[in-house]
Structure formats: C-alpha cells, structure tokens
C-alpha cells in the first residue's frame, strides 16, 4: 500500500510537471508574453520589471526553469489587476471552488447510486425509466442553461431557493444540481453495469441461498462491490466538476477560482491565469491521488497489494 | 426626479459649511444588503485601475470638490479653492474643510493631501500619473490650507475634480500599502468592515462623518458582487438584497411596474461611438463624405429603442450635463438615400465591402447586439460590412496606435469619464493626430492640424466658462467632419430599490455612491 | 440477418442527427431568412404557437432575427465543430494508442506519461489559457477539445491494441514477416475500427456542450459565426422577455445530444459491448 | 422422510421458447444422509438443487409442478419472505461449487459467516462473534478468533472452502445442498473437504445432497446415488448398487469414463454426441440418441423399472 502511495505520488508530481510545461508553452506561445500578460494600459516600468523577472532575454528553457523556480516558492507573480499576489488570490478562492465540486460530485452520486441500483434490481421499473431519463437530460443540457432555467423556475418563480451566495446549505442546491447533473448519466451506467455483475456473481447467490434479506443483499453486500468501478472513476468526475465549476460559478456568483481566472482571462491578468490553471491541475492530480488511495477503503484487495 | 434633486442639491451647496458641526447625528442603526453587477479590484483609490473600481472605494475615499447629485460641482473637502496666477503659470489654492476626520480618528490635514500627490506622481504606484505631470511643486501653507503649483495650464486636473484623494498619511506609513488594502481608511461616510473578493464587501456608517447632512441613515451596509443578470434579479425578487444596480434593459419595464419598488435610471457615463481609419489616404473613410455617410445611414434612435428597451441617450459629440453641451448640436437624421447619395459622390456608386469589427464582450448591455444593428444599418446603404467578432482583450489592443497600426474599416468604440464630464481629455485621446510617446492621440484614427491645435488649447484652458466656450466650437467642427469617429449614444443604468430604502443617486462610482441610503423609519 | 443488426435501432435518434446533419450540409439554401438579418420591428416575435406567425415558427430574438434560421445556421458550425474535433482528436489518439499498444516498451510509456500530464490539465482550464494566448474562435475551440479528447481515445484504443496482439492471428502475421504498416492497416484498424465509431458517436454530444459552456464564457465561437452556446449566452440576457430565444437553442443542444448520446448507447451495445463503462 | 421430492418440474422461459431444465425428478434423502446426484454439466443436477431453495433465475426460472416436503412441509407454496426466513440457510443450506467466487471480497469473513447467524437469530450482539468463532473452529479453520477481520483473498482454496461450509452450517441446518464443493480445488484439498463434509454429517446429523459430475467423489462421500440425464434421473440406488452392477447404458457410459489410477483425468464427454435441447426434448428415451443398445421402443418414454433394494432405472431394456 505504501509503495503504491509513492509511485502514485511519484507519477501525480510528474504529471504537475509536465502540466505546468504545458501552462508555461502555451503562455510563449503567442510570442511577446509581455503583450498577453500586461494589460494594454500597464506602466512601462511594469513592462519593464516583467520583462526582467521573466529572463526574457534567456533561451526559453532557462525561462521555464525560472518560471518553475518562482512557481516552487509559490510566486507566480503579482495580480496586475487586484494588487495582490496570484497565488494568494487563488488560494483565498480555492476552498469555495472545491465545496461546490464535492457538493456537485455529492449530488450526483446521490442520484446516480440509488438510480443505478434500482434499474439493476428492477429492470423496466419506473425508477429505471424515471432515472435513465433524468440521467440522459442530464448528459444533453449546458450547465449555464440548466442553472439559468433553475434560478427562473426556483428563485425567481417559486421562491424557493436562493439563486445565490456562498455559506448556508441552502444556497449550496441549485449550483450543486446544475454542476452536478451532468456526470449522473455515465455513473448511473457504471452503478447498474456494476450491480448487474455482482448480482449475477457467486457470492450474491450464496449469500441468497443462506437466507440473507434481499434489501441487504442489494444495499449492502452487492453495493459494496459495485461501488467499486464508481470510485476509480470518481477522480475523473471531479475534474469534470472542477471544470464545470467555472462556468456554473458565474452564474451563481459563486466566490471560487473559475470565476476568478475567467475574469483574468478577459483582463490579461496572466499571472492569476498561470496560477488559477496550475492550482486546478494540482487539485486535479491531488484528487486522483486520494481516489486511488480510497479505493483501499473498499476494496481490501487493493490493501494488501504490493 | 431631476427637479426634485436640483431642489437638494442647491440647498446643500448653501448650507453646508455650516452644518459642519451643528447637530450631532443620531448614530444610524440596522441594515441593508445591496447588489452589484460588477466588482472592483482594489480598494486604494492610488491603485485604481478602471473606473469599477470606484464602485467600492468611492464609498470610502473623499476628494476636494465633488458632483453632487445635480450633477453640478460643490466644495466638498475643500472649503474653498481658486485657480490664480503666478507669474503666468498656474496654481490652485485650496483650503481644506475643519473637523474632517479618517475612519481611524486621525485628522484630515495638508500633509495627508501632499502624501496623496507624491503617491498618485509614483509611477510603480499608479497609472494614472499622466495627471499629475503637469504639478510642478505641492506646497504646504498650513494644515488646513496647501498650494498645488503648476508647470503649465491643465485643463482636465480641474475638470477630473482636481484629481487628489484624501489618504490617510500617518498611518498608511504605519501600516504599508498592502496592509492598506486590506484595512482601508478614508473620510467617507462608509469605513470598511470586511470584504470577501468575488462575494461582498461590508461596509459600517462612519459615525464621525463630517457632513451631518447628507450622509448614510443604516449602520451595516452589505455590498454583494452578481455579475449574472438573471441571478441579480432574483436576488432581489427573492429579497436577499433591497437594492440592485444595473437593472437589464430588457428586465426594467417590468421592474417599474413591481409593487413597492422604485427605479431611477441614469445615464451612464460611457461614450459609445463608432471609429474609422480617416488618417491613411487609402481609407475608404478618409473622405468625410464617406463618414457622412455612414453618419446618415444609421439610425442610432431605433436601435436605442428597439435594442437597448430606450435604455440609452442620443447625444452628439458631448453629452448633457458634460461640460461645454451644446443644446443647439443636432444629429445627422437618419437619411439612407442622403447616405446613398454621399456614397455615390465619393466615387462609390455601388457601395464598397469593408471589416467591421464588433466587440463581443458586453462592457455596457447589449453592445454586441448594438454593434451587429449598427453594421446592418451601414450594409444597407452600401457600406457592406463583413463582421468580426472581438473579444475584450483583442479590442482595446485594436485601439492602441502604439500596439496596432491604423486599422481599416469600422469598429465600435467608447470613451468613460466621471461625471458630469468633460471630453478635453477623451478628445486627446482619440480626436488629436497620434504623436508617439507624447500621449497625444494613443486612440486616434484621425489627423488634422487644425483640431490638433484647439485639443492643445482645450487641454491647457483652466477656466471653466472658456473651457465650455471651447468645447462646443470643438464640437461643432468635430460633428461636421465625423471627426475622431461618430458619436451614437450613452447607455443608460437602471436602480430599483424596495421602498422601505431611502436612496439618492449621487453620481460616484456612475450613480452607485452610497453617499445617501438609509431605511425608512 | 439484416433485420438482427437492425434490430432496436432508435429511429427517432437518427432522424434528429439526420436533421442537423441535412441543416449543417444544406447551407443558406434551406434557410428561410438569412441568419443574421435584422428587423427591429419583429424584435421577440413570439413562436407561431403562441401569438407569432409561420414565417418564423420559432419566433425572433432581440433583433428580430428568426430563430429558426439561426438555429439551422448555428447546425453548421456544431457540425464543423464536432468534425474536425473528433477527426483529429480521434485520428490522433488512434494512432498513438495503436503504436503504443502495439509497440510497448518506452513507447508506450512516455505515450502513457503525455496521457496523465494532459488528463492533469482540465479541458475548461485549457480553454482558459489557450484563449488567453490565441484569439478565441472556432480554431481554438477545435483545438482544445483535440488536445482534451485525444488522450481519451488513445488510452482506449491502447488497451483494444494490446489485447489484440495477443490473438493468435496477429502473432502470426509477425513471425511470417508481414511489415508493421500492413499489420497496422490490414489487422489492427478494422479491428479498433467499431470502438473507434461508438467513440466517436459518444464524443458528439461532449463537443456541443462544451462549445456551448466556451461560448458562454466568451471563448468559444465569437460573432458573426452563429453556434448554438452563443444563442443560448447572448439570449439569457432577454430570459424574462422571450424565453424562446434561450429555450429554443437549449432545445437544439439537447435534442442533438440526447440522440447522439442513444444512438451512440445503441452503436456500443450493438458494436462494443465492453465499452458500457464509458 | 427428511427430504421427499415428487415430480418436480422446473421451467426456464428464455427468449429460444421454454426450457424443461428439470422434468419430473423425485427423490428423497433421509436424516444423516448423504445422496449423491450425478450427471454432466447441463444435465439439470444444479437445478434441482436450486430448485429446492427455489433460487430460480429472477424473471425467467419457475417451479411448474411436483412437491417438495421438507420434515413433511411444503416447500413450493411457501412465500419468497417465508423461504428467505425459515428455509434458506436456516434448514436447507448451500455451499458453491468455487469457493473463489463464493465469497464476497469486499467484506470480512466475520461479516459473512456472521451473516446467516444473524438474519436467522441464531446469535446477535455481542454473542455474535463468539458463534461465529465457534462455527470456524468446526470447520477447523485454524485460530479463527484472530482471523474474523481478515478478507477472503488472505485465505487458501481449501480454507475459503471451509469458510463456506462454515457459513452454510452456522445455523445447524437439516439439510445441506453441496454443489461440485470439491471441483475447483486440488486433489489433497478435496480429500480434506470431503473428511470435513463427513464430520459435519457425524456432528449435526444433517441430510446432504452433494451434487456432482465426479462418481468418485460421489462413491467416497454418499450411500446412495441418483444419476441425471438431460432434466431426469435415470438411475437411482445404493452406491455399491449402482458401481457393481449398472444398469442404465447411460450410467454405464459414466462408469466406463472414470479414469483409473495413474491415468489421465478425463471429463464425461468421452461419451459420443449431445445431449438433447431440452426446449424441446425427444417424447421418448432422452439418451436414445447417445444410446449404444438402443432399439425401437427407446421412442416411447421408458418406464421405471425397479431392480430391488431400493435400485431402479428408467430404460426399455430393463423392462423387457
């Protein structure tokens, strides 16, 4: 287990760095970053400055090892715009984004286990017929559009929900269904391929030869192992969630990084663009890495190996 | 409305020195959480960047002389102030008001006026020290009178209410600039309590505030940030906020007709108009008749109407309540066949194909949509626009002579100011000839010794009625060229607020000042 | 044997694809309005069912353009969008899963370690900084979902390849001295060619919605280019006025993605069973 | 009679039309007894076995006929909730052909032998797991009390395979239904649970029905056999019986199949051809078709024919 933390580990730091060449090639790409990075307005002396720290005047691989350098110490240089540094403007954000994922992730676990399981149990059920459709709505429908619909139907029309903010658990529903809804389709297959299986397996049928209540037999011995698939497969929903929460935070005014580097996109504010994509690879390889290490929490196969 | 205010504001400007000290102000209770549609970055005036930024530093920060709500300048932490003669170079005297205090307690004096010039001088401070280029020497008399001597006559630094923010000196040299920003003090009637970026800012009424009059009536004030129209909206349907700004145009009939709101609408100080390349002979535009045309083939009133819900303000060339508004200046009718005819005369019988570039990013509502009816009005007498979209970052560096050449075809454009506004320093900008490194013309798409030599003038003319006298000779000679571009409309921004709130627009921060807000008793 | 493969095709799927696929081919010649033309007067223009007319069935947007014509219009660009994207994000990734599977040895392993860098760099974040060092538009909308997707396609085809070349068959063809384009072109690609069509059909729907979620941040397709993400993002601003003009697009998305999203179901359980995961 | 089943008749309704997987089989075992049922895979010997527990496929399998009496109660007209209490894992307990797969991998061993102890109330609480030691140790896993936490990939063939037995004998079940318990392991191992299965016999005293395609297995373990052919039992009798003197050409074919010492394992195929579809099963003899001394009648169903000492067989040759 421990060995396989490290060359997880291992491959996770690996992959931030080949992330962070990639950020770095791109942010080169359209020549003078200067142009890119400065907005239009900026001092000569900001010019300047930039252009020094940068080591411009170096071959560009000399210019990664500074960019690396000051990105290891956590400078990604100042925000142009807000006057602070960028890191520091990510990091305040971070926390917000993540709620809204995990709670995007939450709900769509919520419906697709529940939803996967029944429609094994009871193929052609409602609840299947119900949840596919759900599900398949789901999969078709922007983000952006499904939160706007919400906010005019819940908000706006019924008044049952807040359309916005940061805090209570209340304002947590609507972006967390818009952000949320999306992924329910392909979890939901995962669940019902997984609980098809178990189902079918030889444990299952034993354990109803010896007697044990079908309710415990789906939601407890079979769940288990069907949970199994879902989980290697979480880490990649939630950068699915990461992702979508830059869009659905705008909508729902949400104080996290999407908007945050959005709006540093449009202003050229670079350095908050460089730490905002490299913070959500980091989040991104950081959640993979924990989703390998829960797996041990089910699956005690994976416990013991190696 | 306008009559009412006018009433208010005259009476304030009387009354004022006055009122200094009269009553003790009963100390303001409850509170009141309020939405914006945009967010400032920095809350250190000197840092400022944009114009959004006064949205929140605007409540907190005072200047000399300030617009009140009639759009007409008062004294406000100058008592007094006069531009003299020393041999025959300027300098303004000012006198600064007794009894103004910051947030922390410490006293308002000279030396915090003079800590202010030296910072918005510093170039790795600000951006803006353009303005302050032309202040020869800041000369303290005594704490509460100081002399700003100039090199040569600058027009703007009066009209841009002569520029200097109240900070607190002692004790930003305590606690630093980036402390600062995060604890901001001023002399406003709001000191701040929290802020959290991308969400709020918490404001408290300042108890000490000078002016006993005009001045908040709720303790906590909530500032939220909702970029997203429609979440705006149903912010303050649902009743989390009692205030929003920037009600969408296509959303403010319905809102005046909601029970228990009320709306005002103001005009936005944002200039929209539309720039062609009249420099390169090859232009297609360097004939004013071809701009003549192009004046004549839009119909600037059916767009306002039809595109932005009557949400914008013809105006040509200066806007009222500018500086130097000229009633008399009408716009070019809306003529297609007169557009048509001007074509033909120009050498363009059939029209000609041109780029037309739009900016897709929404700076003001509906400008996308704005510039696509633009464009089509232009197609149909000839003037055959093929499209292209620009988002922001492209589109101001489409503008920049110094990044980007002359540009051929036609692009939408704008120009902000504070109000009431005064276009000596847009004009600069984009009506005088480009003269690299001099900071004439950084946005200019137009060359003409003449107008070069009266944007001179303008720029250097301290004196306000011959600033104005000025101005609208400049117009009239800019209107008839279609020079530096043709001036279409003022977008205009709508308040609603449930009326259980008190509120006066004053003009800071484009009418968002919370300078008067309170709840009813 | 022909009614089997056709056995439980979902018709009403394919007619949607074939509608969009007719709009996108046939151009401005089935339009009944040019797209972007204006006409203030008709600006939000009901739908014909409710108090508009059969002129504009779907009614008019703020300009008083017709709905429907720009929602044919927007077809095109979906459809070039999804073209280009999935045959270079397909054709790319087949490749490179192909020559890793088939290879192994480091080959394969830097070709795994390129994989987990790019799934380490999250697509919208990509977008992100590629807009902000290119000039957003459909190019670069193209380009962020190859570099997003390929890594998806080839970690797949990858696994197809290795399991392929331990078939006998494939064995043999190399102790008989077959030459490795021939293997590759002759016994390999037909044989990942099913999975790389139920790929491909599944990769339709996840390019509309994210150039619609592009379109929305404003980095996506910019005017006068007509996409669905862009009607839906200009739209919401008149939501309360005339929830056609965001409804309708919404409806296009959805309708297209719900039938390439079944239809692709139906193509994997019929073609690739093994792949009911993805 | 412990156990007395009487023309059980059990129908699989698949897409290809309906499928008699077992056809008219009766038999009985009696307390302390062991019966071995014999056939090739696909015979219908699984079937009935789940059949008796009435663990059919869900939608498709179904008991279309005959009785099944346990201690005199019937079985077929007991409810799904009924069953599930009383009679699995309570009275008629199972144990799988591959102790590989019988176990769910993602629980531990204490969970799941604890499992039937505690949905049939034999033990709760804290009292739990010191049945559920107790119950290993009758399997004669070794120092179980330390191992209860311990999931079933840390465990040997032969162990999971008690473990299994342990979960099935938890609740000192009447009768215990043991489905090919020795194919999937080695050869020293099956000795080891074929020893086990016996004392579990000696201790509780518990019929067994040992399912099996292996007469060696089924001669080591049981007193008497019952041999099935495509859905039907051909032959039934004591063991001695059945291995001195076979009388159905089918059981004959099984018998002349088993590899002798020191030779080569060989499966039941050796015999030539199919068995029948039994969608749609020949009216008369089934292995007719296979049959070396087939005649005429084989046409007609073959009577049972009784050849004493509780040995029968169903073929026309012995009828005649």
Not at chain 1, 99 to 124: H, Y
Not at chain 2, 286 to 314: E, S, T
Request: aromatic share 10%.
């Amino acid at each position: 287990m421990l060995r396989l933390f490290g060359r997880r580990l291992l491959q996770g730091l690996f992959s931030i760095i080949g992330a962070s060449i990639i950020i770095f090639v791109i942010s080169r790409l359209s020549g003078d970053p200067i142009v890119m990075m400065l907005p239009n307005d900026a001092p000569l002396s900001a010019i300047e400055e930039m252009r020094r720290t940068l080591g411009l005047d170096r071959p560009l691989w000399a210019q990664y090892l500074i960019f690396i350098q000051h990105a290891l110490v956590g400078d990604f240089g100042n925000s142009y715009r807000w006057k602070m540094p960028a890191l520091q403007l990510i990091m305040d954000r971070l926390p917000a984004t993540i709620e809204l994922a995990v709670c995007g992730l939450l709900f769509s676990v919520a419906v697709a286990v529940p939803v996967g399981v029944m429609s094994a149990v009871n193929r052609g059920g409602w609840v299947d017929r119900v949840g596919r459709v759900f599900a398949m709505l789901g999969q078709a429908m922007p983000a952006f559009w499904v939160g706007l619909l919400l906010i005019l139907l819940f908000a706006i029309q019924l008044n049952w929900l807040p359309a916005f903010g940061y805090g209570s658990a209340s304002q947590f529903v609507l972006p967390a269904i818009s952000l949320g809804w999306y992924p329910v389709a392909a979890q939901t297959r995962i669940v019902r391929s997984a609980m098809l299986d178990v189902l079918d397996s030889d444990h299952i049928r034993l354990s109803r030869a010896l007697g044990t209540p079908e309710r415990l037999i789906v939601w407890k011995y079979a769940l288990r192992n069907a949970a199994i698939p879902l989980l290697t497969m979480l880490g990649v929903y939630f950068a699915a969630m990461l992702g979508g929460a830059f869009v659905v935070e705008t909508i729902f005014a949400w104080p996290g990084v999407g908007r945050t580097v959005v709006e540093a996109v449009f202003a050229r504010d670079f350095p908050v663009v460089q730490a905002g994509v490299m913070f959500t690879s980091i989040l991104f390889v950081a959640s993979n890495l924990l989703v390998d290490l829960s797996y041990g929490l089910v699956d005690p196969r994976i416990r013991d190996a190696r | 409305m306008a009559q009412s205010l006018q009433r208010i504001a005259a009476a304030a400007v009387f009354s004022l020195p006055f009122l200094a000290h009269a009553q003790a102000p009963k100390p303001a209770t409850g509170s009141l959480a309020v939405a914006f549609g945009a967010e400032a970055t920095v809350l250190d005036p000197t840092h400022s960047s944009a114009g959004v930024d006064q949205y929140f530093f605007g409540q907190m920060f005072e200047q000399l002389v300030r617009t009140g709500p009639d759009l007409k300048r008062l004294n406000w932490l100058a008592e007094t102030w006069s531009v003299q003669d020393a041999g025959g170079k300027p300098v303004i005297d000012i006198h600064l008001r007794k009894g103004v205090k910051f947030h922390n307690g410490d006293p308002l004096t000279s030396e915090d006026f003079e800590y202010a010039f030296k910072r918005q001088s510093d170039k790795k401070i600000s951006i803006w020290t353009h303005l302050q280029a032309a202040v020869e020497r800041f000369e303290i008399v005594d704490p509460l009178h100081f002399r700003l001597h100039f090199k040569e006559g600058d027009g703007s630094y009066v009209a841009s209410d002569l520029t200097l923010w109240a900070m607190p000196k002692r004790y930003m040299e305590k606690v630093g600039d980036e402390a600062f920003e995060r604890a901001p003090v001023g002399t406003g009637p709001w000191k701040f309590v929290s802020r959290s970026v991308k969400e709020e800012i918490r404001f408290e009424a300042f108890d000490d505030y000078w002016n006993a009059e005009q001045r908040p009536h709720v303790k906590n004030l909530t500032i939220k940030v909702i970029p997203e129209d429609l979440t705006r909206v149903a912010a303050f349907k649902t009743g989390a906020v009692d205030w929003i700004d920037a009600v969408p145009p296509a959303m403010t009939e319905e809102f005046k007709k909601l029970p228990g709101v009320v709306t005002a609408s103001y005009v936005a100080p944002n200039n929209m108009y539309i720039t062609m390349d009249s420099v390169t002979p090859e232009s297609k535009f360097y004939d004013v008749r071809v701009r003549q045309a192009l004046a004549h083939a839009i119909n600037v009133d059916a767009i306002i109407k039809g595109v932005l819900f009557g949400q914008g303000q013809r105006y040509v060339e200066v806007g009222i309540g500018e500086l130097g508004y000229d009633p008399d200046l009408k716009p070019y009718p809306y003529d297609p066949k007169k557009a048509r005819e001007l074509l033909k005369a120009a050498g363009y019988p059939n029209g000609f194909d041109t780029p037309c570039y739009n900016l897709t990013t929404p700076r003001e509502p509906y400008q996308k949509e704005v510039g696509e009816a633009y464009f089509a009005y232009a197609s149909a007498v000839g003037i055959r626009c093929k499209v292209v979209g620009m988002e922001y970052g492209t589109w101001i560096s489409f503008g920049r002579r110094e990044r980007q050449g002359y540009v051929d075809g036609l692009y939408s454009n704008m120009w902000g100011h504070g109000l009431p506004g005064d276009p000596g320093t847009p004009w600069a900008g984009h009506l005088h000839s480009y003269v690299p490194g001099k900071g004439w013309g950084a946005t200019s798409t137009y060359s003409d010794p003449e107008m070069d030599a009266l944007v001179e003038d303008l720029k250097r003319e301290m004196d306000i009625p011959k600033r104005e006298a000025l101005i609208k000779k400049i117009a009239r000679i800019k209107h008839e060229r279609v020079a530096g571009g043709l001036t279409t409309y003022r977008p205009l921004v709508t308040f609603a607020w449930r009326d259980k709130v008190t509120f006066k627009p004053w003009p800071m921060a484009f009418w968002r000042s919370m300078q008067e807000i309170g709840l009813k008793q | 044997m022909r009614a089997e493969m056709f056995r439980g095709v979902p018709w009403l799927a394919l007619l949607v694809l074939a509608a969009v696929g007719i709009c996108a081919a046939g151009g401005e010649a089935l339009l009944p309005f040019e797209p972007g033309e204006l006409d203030l007067g008709a600006a939000f223009k009901p739908p014909a069912w409710i108090s508009g007319d059969w002129a504009s069935p779907l009614g008019a947007d703020n300009l008083g353009r017709d709905i429907l014509s720009r929602i044919m219009a927007g077809s095109r660009v979906s459809v070039i969008v999804a073209f280009y994207a999935i045959l270079f994000s397909g054709g790319i990734g087949a490749v490179a899963g192909m020559v890793a599977g088939y290879f192994g040895g480091w080959v394969d392993t830097v070709l795994m370690r390129l994989i987990e860098i790019q799934q380490s760099v999250p697509a919208i974040a990509l977008a992100l900084i590629l807009a902000a060092a290119l000039e957003p538009g459909l190019p670069t909308v193209v380009l962020v979902i190859v570099l997003t997707y390929w890594a998806w396609y080839a970690r797949i085809i990858r696994g197809e390849i290795m399991a392929l070349k331990g078939r006998d068959y494939i064995a043999f063809a190399r102790v008989a001295g077959v030459g490795t384009a021939r293997i590759f072109l002759r016994h390999l690609l037909p044989n990942i060619f099913n999975t790389l069509v139920v790929l491909a059909t599944l990769q339709v729907g996840q390019v509309i919605l994210f150039e619609a979620s592009l379109s929305f941040l404003g980095l996506g397709i910019q005017q006068p280019d007509i996409s669905w993400g862009l009607m839906l993002a200009d739209a919401r601003q008149y939501i309360t006025n005339a929830w056609w003009a965001i409804t309708m697009p919404g409806i296009a998305i959805m309708l297209t993605c719900l039938a390439s999203n079944i239809f692709g179901d139906w193509l994997r359980d019929r073609l690739d069973p093994h792949l009911r995961q993805l | 009679m412990l156990l007395s089943v009487r023309n059980l008749q059990t129908h699989l309704h698949l897409r290809r039309g309906l499928l008699r997987a077992v056809d008219g089989v009766s038999l009985e075992v009696a307390e302390g007894e062991t019966l071995g049922l014999v056939g090739e895979s696909g015979s219908g010997k699984t079937m009935t076995g789940l059949s008796l527990l009435r663990l059919l496929p869900k939608g498709s399998g179904r008991i279309a006929g005959g009785s099944i009496q346990l201690d005199g109660q019937e079985l077929t007209t007991l409810s799904e909730a009924q069953l599930a209490r009383d009679i699995r894992g309570r009275r008629i307990a199972m144990i799988m052909q591959d102790p590989m797969t019988s176990l769910n991998p993602v629980f531990s061993i204490g969970d799941q032998v604890g499992s039937p102890l505690r949905n049939h109330d034999i033990a709760r609480g804290t009292a739990l797991r010191g049945a559920v030691v107790d119950v290993l140790r009758r399997v004669r896993l070794p120092s179980p009390g330390e191992r209860l936490g311990d999931y079933p990939h840390q465990f040997s063939g032969g162990q999971r395979q008690r473990i299994v037995a342990a979960m099935a004998i938890g609740c000192t079940p009447r009768l215990l239904v043991a489905d090919e318990p020795t194919t999937a392991l080695d050869v020293t191992i099956q000795v080891q649970i074929i020893n086990l299965l016996r004392t579990i016999q000696d201790d509780t005293g518990a019929g067994i029905i040992l399912i099996t395609h292996d007469l060696g297995v089924a001669a080591s373990l049981c007193r008497r056999i019952a041999v099935m052919y495509a859905g039907q039992i051909v032959e039934t009798g004591p063991v001695r019986a059945i291995y001195r003197s076979p009388s159905h050409p089918y059981t004959q074919a099984l018998l002349a199949a088993i590899p002798r010492l020191g030779a080569k394992r060989g499966r039941l195929t050796a015999i030539a051809g199919q068995p029948p579809s039994l969608i749609d099963p020949p009216t008369g003899c089934r292995f007719a078709a296979r049959c070396p001394s087939r005649m005429a009648k084989c046409a007609e169903a073959p009577p049972v024919v009784d050849l004493g000492d509780g040995h029968s067989a169903s073929c026309w040759k012995l009828a005649s």
